[in-house]
């Protein structure tokens, strides 16, 4: 299943990588891995649900668009992993940690890299709303680490990482420019049409990303007009709140995900039919617009609580 093709020097380089780094330099650079998973996620729950919310939008909006856009390309270019193919490359950070390794409907096409394209928009995104030079060289060195990683795993041959890091490039300075000249009025008619746009996939993709992030990307549309009309809440500076914040909102997540899980067996939402990522899809817009939308109207109880501890505090000082 899927297919095979690749530069003569990528997998000559990727064996060349694992035999010079050895098993302990493959396993400190695999770390880099992470600043395109959990970090991704902890820094835009940072932003959103505490520090700045349309800071947070600004980043989500595009990684969204990012997400989904992979799995469409992914789901045209099919292409198989390095290590399916090549017998001196070893896999050491599967995507799917409790699938098998070989199982290309668990562990995904390559191309693009998902890791480098996300960890570009994030990163990117961040460095453009703020403009300080800081954040610029954090945006270009903190993605290369990213996809080095990425070909050092054994998971990505390094033309999916190059391709990643041109997409994410593109989407970071393309999404923006679109939306600020449209306007906050016709925001939700671009929604619309870009989430049309996107669901051609319905017809051809057969990976759980595609679903996934089509999901999230209807949650996400659904939930900031929802929460700009009924919620509107306010950001917090400070950091126990936020942390509050993130940990209540992680909670939910978990518990969202299991509960939504619960009608169905667990060989259906593991089987690649179109029952089970359309679940899939339903499942993630769900617990998506829960989180962006109906989650931050605790916040008001969040802050009364914190005020209050801090006339209590003010008040013993007294």
């Known amino acids: ?41 902890i820094v835009l729950s940072f932003l959103y649900w505490g520090y700045d919310k349309r800071f947070g939008r600004f980043v989500m909006q595009n990684t969204i668009i990012g997400l989904v856009l992979n799995g469409l390309i992914k789901n045209v270019a099919l292409r198989r992993r390095p290590y399916f193919d090549h017998e001196g490359i070893e896999c050491y950070r599967p995507v799917e940690k409790g699938e098998d390794i070989n199982d290309i409907a668990a562990q995904g096409f390559s191309f693009p890299s998902a890791h480098s394209m996300n960890s570009t928009i994030v990163y990117g ?9 800081l954040f610029v060289i954090l945006a270009m060195i903190i993605p290369i680490l990213v996809g080095i990683s990425r070909v050092v795993v054994g998971v990505h041959y390094p033309t999916d990482v190059m391709v990643g890091w041109l997409l994410g490039t593109i989407i970071v300075f393309t999404f923006p420019v679109i939306y600020k000249k449209v306007g906050k009025a016709k925001r939700p008619i671009v929604n619309l049409v870009i989430f049309l746009v996107c669901a051609i996939g ?41 942390l509050l914040r993130m940990a209540l909102g992680f909670a939910i997540y978990a518990l969202l995900n299991k509960l939504l899980k619960l009608p169905f067996s667990s060989e259906f939402l593991s089987s690649d039919t179109m029952a089970s990522f359309v679940v899939r899809f339903f499942r993630y817009a769900i617990i998506t617009f829960i989180l962006i939308g109906v989650y931050p109207m605790l916040f008001k109880l969040f802050n009364k609580l914190f005020t209050k501890n801090k006339v209590g505090e003010i008040n013993e000082r007294a």
């Open 1 to 41: 299943m899927g297919n095979t093709f690749y530069f003569d020097f990528e997998p000559a380089l990727m064996m060349w990588l694992q035999k010079f780094l050895g098993e302990t330099g493959i396993g400190l650079i695999s770390h880099f891995s992470a600043f395109g998973e959990a970090i991704l996620i």
């Open 125 to 133: 995104s961040i460095a453009r709303y703020v403009s300080k030079k």
């Open 202 to 242: 319905f017809f051809y993709c057969k990976t759980t990303d595609y679903y996934t992030g089509m999901g999230v990307m209807a949650g996400f549309y659904l939930a900031t007009e929802f929460e700009e009309r009924f919620v509107n809440f306010e950001e917090t500076k400070q950091l126990l709140e936020i």
